[in-house]
Nanobody
Framework: QVPLVESGGGLVQAGGSLRLSCAAS????????MGWFRQAPGKEREFVAA????????YYADSVKGRFTVSRDNARNTTYLQMNSLKPEDTAVYYC???????????????????WGQGTQVTVSS
């Protein structure tokens, strides 16, 4: 089990920034690649970003590339999602998730993640 707890969501104006954190209560954190997903009302959950367990390589959805940065701190068992230049269409519940996968196409597939956090709401006003 890898319990995950997200924090850092909130309400921000368009153009603003937020940093989400995802803390894992597991000493095996370093064995997992970490992903961020989001789900807007009436839409399916979608991939946002991921950071690979082996070397910290990062991957992004085209919609957030250049604006969001994913990172991890294995010493703190935490992964982060820095979100800049936020847009109203970024409004969603954001989830972090953990997977033992280590290949890009696996990290983009939400069905291959084993553990999920409870989600944190991000609302961007126009």
């Amino acid at each position: 089990q890898v319990p995950l707890v997200e924090s850092g969501g909130g309400l921000v104006q368009a153009g603003g920034s937020l940093r989400l954190s995802c803390a894992a209560s597991a000493r095996t954190f370093g064995m997992y690649s970490m992903g961020w997903f989001r789900q807007a009302p009436g839409k399916e959950r979608e991939f946002v970003a991921a950071v690979r367990r082996s070397d910290g390589t990062t991957y992004y959805a085209d919609s957030v590339k250049g604006r969001f940065t994913v990172s991890r701190d294995n010493a703190r068992n935490t992964t982060y999602l820095q979100m800049n230049s936020l847009k109203p269409e970024d409004t969603a519940v954001y989830y972090c998730a953990a997977t033992s996968g280590n290949i890009e196409y696996l990290l983009r597939n939400l069905n291959l993640y084993h553990y999920w956090g409870q989600g944190t709401q991000v609302t961007v006003s126009s």
